[in-house]
C-alpha cells in the first residue's frame, strides 16, 4: 500500500546541536502534515503545508515541502531539551493521511 | 476542557475478554478516527468516522467495531480480546472529510492483554 517513508528512525544530539528529519514518497502528496509526540504523550499537530516548494518556520523549527511535492523535511536550529520527542510526518494521498514512522529525537544536555 | 478525551487511560485485561474505548471531542469536528499505535510507535489507521458515516476501513480483524452514536462520539469495542491486541489506541477528530485539516488526538488508551 501507499506509504511515507522517514528517516531517520532514531537521532541522538548534543543540546544545542541541529537536527533534521526527512520524509519521502513515491507518489505525489497532496499536502503533508508534521506531528510531535512527547515520551508518554500523544501526537500534536504542529503545522501543514500544502504547496510545491513552500516553506514554513516555526521560532526554531523549520519545514519545507518539497518542489514535486513528493517530500517534506523539519529542522530544528539549536535542538533544546524541551525538543525531544517523536516527529512524524504525514502525508495526503487520495483521500488518506499516511503517517511516517516517526524520528525519535533525544537530547542530551 | 479536554478536546478529544478517551476513556479509559489504562486498560489491562485478560485474553478473551471483551472491553470497549470510548472517545469524545467536543470540537464541533465532523471527522473521527481510531488509530493504534504499536511498541515501535508506528500509528496505523483503523478506522474513520464522517457524521457518523464509516468512511475508511483498514484491514483490521472483524472483532474490532467502531460505533458512532453522533459526531461528537467514536466507540472501540473489541471482542476476543488477543494479545497481540496490546497497544496504545488513539481517538483523533479533524474538521472536514479531507486531509487538509490538522487532527487532534486524544491522550490514548494504553491496552494490555494478559
Known amino acids: 500500500g501507499q506509504q511515507v517513508m522517514q528517516i531517520p528512525q532514531y537521532q541522538h544530539v548534543q543540546e544545542g546541536e541541529d537536527f533534521t528529519t526527512y520524509c519521502n514518497s513515491s507518489?505525489?502528496?497532496?499536502?503533508i502534515q508534521w506531528y510531535k509526540q512527547r515520551p508518554g504523550g500523544h501526537p500534536v499537530f504542529l503545522i501543514q503545508l500544502v504547496k510545491s516548494g513552500e516553506v514554513k518556520k516555526q521560532k526554531r523549527l523549520t519545514f519545507q515541502f518539497g518542489e514535486a511535492k513528493k517530500n517534506s523535511s523539519l529542522h530544528i536550529t539549536a535542538t533544546q531539551t524541551t525538543d525531544v520527542g517523536t516527529y512524524f510526518c504525514?502525508?495526503?494521498?487520495?483521500?488518506?493521511?499516511?503517517f511516517g514512522k516517526g524520528t525519535k529525537l533525544s537530547v542530551k544536555p | 476542557d479536554t478536546a478529544v478525551s478517551q476513556t479509559p487511560k489504562y486498560l489491562v485485561t485478560q485474553m478473551g475478554n471483551d472491553k470497549s474505548i470510548k472517545c469524545e471531542q467536543n470540537l464541533g469536528h465532523d471527522t473521527m478516527y481510531w488509530y493504534k499505535q504499536d511498541s515501535k510507535k508506528f500509528l496505523k489507521i483503523m478506522f474513520s468516522y464522517n457524521n457518523k458515516e464509516l468512511i475508511i476501513n483498514e484491514t483490521v480483524p472483524n472483532r474490532f467495531s467502531p460505533k458512532s452514536p453522533d459526531k461528537a462520539h467514536l466507540n472501540l469495542h473489541i471482542n476476543s480480546l488477543e494479545l497481540g491486541d496490546s497497544a496504545v489506541y488513539f481517538c483523533?477528530?479533524?474538521?472536514?472529510?479531507?486531509?487538509?485539516?490538522?487532527?487532534?488526538f486524544g491522550s490514548g488508551t494504553r491496552l494490555t492483554v494478559v
Open positions: 483523533a477528530s479533524s474538521q472536514g472529510r479531507t486531509v487538509n485539516y490538522g487532527y487532534t
Open positions: 504525514a502525508g495526503g494521498s487520495q483521500g488518506n493521511l499516511i
Open positions: 507518489t505525489t502528496l497532496s499536502n
